[in-house]
């Protein structure tokens, strides 16, 4: 039998390090602090001493579960920060560049009167199509950057139980943990979560042409703290729909009860 190679070895290692912090994440979804190895073990159909080799105690084991779950925790906002802000509803139509130019010149636009009309009907069938290619898109329109968002990290969170126990242990400053590493945590999370969460809200508020307090521009404690008080209604509300496993199927539900 061929031995394997180390790059073969380093592969298995890290596709078993993600398999112990998957089931932990789950197990410590139902039983908190109270979980053990022997646990984790179970969940992940491997035996003690395997998860044990990895990891000698659970609080190592919360610790490199919630780093790993950190480092995937940005992408959610990535399409809501760069997205177009949605426009307000009492807009006006934009009317295309060559009708625009005939009613300036009070020239009848190809089509008669009908021609207005007819234009700002092909460019809404061309806007929903293109929405309709686009799932996020459209429910970026429909909804909102920041309740668009909100549905995406919703249904992360369904998926990846290890992001939802990043967000709630972080909302209780990750008190499980040593001071030395929570103090680490929770600068992290607020450089890497909240402060892109806070841009989004501060764009969102802007939209709606709310002002901050003090001026343009908020003081950003304060911009800190409303990106926390909306991850931690998110947490409150996801929890037993994530306990029932529905938490995909329900998390617009979610988010159009708290109104974002």
């Known amino acids: 039998m061929t031995p394997r190679t180390k790059e073969q070895n380093e592969d298995i290692r890290l596709r078993r390090l993600a398999q112990i912090r998957k089931a932990a994440a789950d197990v410590f979804l139902n039983k908190g602090l109270l979980l053990e190895i ?11 001493g395997t998860v044990y080799h990895y990891y000698s105690n659970k609080g190592d084991l919360l610790h490199d579960l919630l780093w790993d779950a950190l480092e995937r925790s940005g992408g959610w906002l990535e399409a809501a920060l760069e997205a177009p802000l949605k426009p307000p509803l009492e807009a006006p139509l934009k009317v295309p560049l060559e009708v ?34 686009n799932p996020e898109t459209a429910a970026a329109a429909e909804l909102g950057p920041v ?25 209780e400053g990750f008190a499980s943990l ?3 590493r929570s103090a680490l945590l929770s600068a992290a ?18 939209a709606d042409g709310a002002a901050a307090p003090g001026g ?19 947490v409150g509300c996801a929890s037993l729909s994530l306990r029932r496993g529905k938490l995909h199927e329900e998390a617009r539900d979610i988010v159009l009860f708290l109104k974002l």
């Not at 022997?38 to 003690?48: S, T």
């Not at 625009?100 to 008669?112: D, F, Y």
């Open 38 to 48: 022997r646990d984790v073990a179970a969940q992940a159909g491997l035996g003690y």
């Open 100 to 133: 625009t130019r005939a009613s300036a010149s009070l020239e009848t636009p190809a089509g008669g009167h009908l021609g207005l009309a007819a234009a700002v009907d092909t460019e809404n069938s061309a806007a929903a199509d293109s929405r309709s290619r």
């Open 216 to 234: 343009d521009t908020a003081e950003l404690p304060y911009r800190l703290q409303r990106a926390e008080m909306l991850l931690a209604a998110l």
């Open 147 to 171: 309740a668009a968002a909100s549905v995406r990290l919703l249904q992360l969170w369904a998926k990846d139980h290890a992001l939802y126990l990043l967000h709630k242990l972080a909302g």
């Open 178 to 180: 040593p001071e030395a």
């Open 189 to 206: 999370f607020r450089r890497e979560v909240l402060a892109p969460l806070a841009k989004l809200l501060e764009s969102g508020r802007a």
